[in-house]
């Protein structure tokens, strides 16, 4: 369950990320991609971070509110070079922890 959450908030940075690196991504939609981050980065962020599970779920939150907010600049070359980066992050990537935090964004 925790690899499970970890997996859908690493693919949901990375989406941001390269969403961020699209040229046509608007600037409203980059500053969204940046406070989203900010948040996760935030030291105020880090002591709810301390309990396994509940932890992630403000993280997931805040990501998911960051990636339906720039939803439309979330395009096929996006998803495919973030699914691309987490098979190199990690041996083991369940595919339907990815569909999951995609269907949020559809």
Request: proline residues 6%; aromatic residues 10%; without cysteine.
């Amino acid at each position: 369950m925790v690899h499970q959450a970890g997996t859908q908030v690493i693919y949901a940075v990375l989406l941001l990320y390269y969403a961020y690196k699209r040229p046509d991504t608007p600037s409203w939609a980059k500053r969204m991609v940046l406070g989203t981050l900010a948040y996760l980065l935030a030291p105020i962020d880090a002591i709810p971070d301390l309990s396994p599970f509940f932890g992630f779920t403000d993280d997931l939150g805040v990501l998911t509110f960051g990636l339906v907010s720039i939803a439309g600049h979330i395009n096929d070359q996006v998803k495919e070079d973030a699914r691309a980066h987490i098979q190199r992050l990690f041996s083991k990537v369940d595919p339907e922890d990815l569909k999951n935090v995609e269907r949020k964004i559809q």
